[in-house]
């Protein structure tokens, strides 16, 4: 069981805005940045938003990170077919002293 | 460019312990500001986070794995390391390296390995 929530899936179409949602507690997203991964199929994972909401050099701006508390949001606008992957959260936890997943969410594009 | 690749036995027999290198080429593991991490996956599941160490050689593990893993850097080689014992079937799974910035840089997995996979079977 992750210490970290996420849906399971979410969905859209083409152009659509997707939001996927993160939730943690006062060990990690409350004190700590958060950061988000996308794992496209059969590849390894890519940092994705580091620090609540910056954004790695390449990586487009229709993906954009936020954190209010101890939950974080990361929303993909202009929805492409290519944005269909899992999509992980993850945080330092002070009490675990080490890094914790989200347990990911299944992006599709209908 | 930094690149990390992962090596070390595909098939490991339960009980026995599973040994991983981690070659990092295009910079020194000496550098300041970065962690040295391990990250696995079970087919078909997430992201689980093993351990990792500093370049200080301070090491983190996960509290579920640590009395099993051992992790360390050898600077000469410019790679690091895995051990975990006494494994099972649950420890089946696809290994990946990563680079960590510290709080100073990324605070984050910034760089992985393609990973690989390990499965533990007699």
């Known amino acids: 069981q992750s210490v970290l929530t996420q849906p399971p899936s979410a969905s859209g179409t083409p152009g659509q805005t997707v939001t996927i949602s993160c939730s943690g507690s006062?060990?990690?997203?409350?004190?700590?940045?958060v950061n988000w991964y996308q794992q496209l199929p059969g590849t390894a994972p890519k940092l994705l938003i580091f620090?609540?909401?910056q954004r790695p050099s390449g990586v487009p701006d229709r993906f954009s990170g936020s954190k209010s508390g101890s939950s974080a949001s990361l929303a993909i606008s202009g929805l492409q077919s290519e944005d269909e992957a899992d999509y992980y959260c993850a945080a330092w936890d002070d009490n675990l002293h080490g890094d914790v997943f989200g347990p990911g969410t299944k992006v599709t594009v209908l | 460019q930094l690149q990390l690749q992962e090596s070390g036995p595909g098939l490991v027999k339960p009980s026995e312990t599973l040994s991983l290198t981690c070659a990092v080429s295009?910079?020194?593991?000496?550098?300041?500001?970065?962690?040295w991490g391990w990250i696995r996956q079970p087919p078909g599941k997430g992201l689980e986070f093993i351990g990792s160490?500093?370049?200080?050689?301070?090491?983190f593990y996960n509290p579920s794995l640590k009395s099993r893993v051992t992790m360390s850097k050898d600077t000469s080689k410019n790679h690091f390391s895995l051990k975990m014992t006494s494994v099972t079937a649950a420890d089946t799974a696809l290994y990946y390296c990563a680079r960590r910035g510290d709080a100073s840089s990324t605070d984050a997995f910034d760089i992985w390995g393609q990973g690989t996979m390990v499965t533990v079977s007699s």
């Open positions: 620090d609540n909401y």
């Open positions: 006062s060990s990690n997203i409350g004190r700590n940045t």
């Open positions: 295009g910079d020194s593991i000496s550098i300041t500001r970065y962690y």
């Open positions: 160490v500093y370049y200080t050689g301070s090491t």
